[in-house]
């Protein structure tokens, strides 16, 4: 397992592009963030990936990562699902 900070070393595009359901947008966008106070959730992929790109605080986390698959946020039955392969 590697621990990342994600602000000094954030996920870049391609990771993003790869990882985010355009269907679900807002389950990979944290949305306590205080930069949702004073502007809008994102209404599109691209969006948000431009918004976590700009503000990586921005991103749900934790991210746990294997092969090719990741899960966003903390979610006990999906770290299982993932950790079983």
Known sequence: MEERDINRQPPDRAFLERHI?????????????????????????????????EQPNLIRRPILVRGTRAVFGFDEERYRELARG
């Not at 947008?25 to 976590?52: C, G, H, N, Q, Y």
């Open 21 to 53: 359901d355009a269907d679900h947008v807002l389950d990979f966008v944290s949305r306590r963030s205080p930069v949702f106070k004073t502007r809008p959730l994102p209404a599109s992929k691209r969006e948000a990936i431009a918004l976590m790109l």
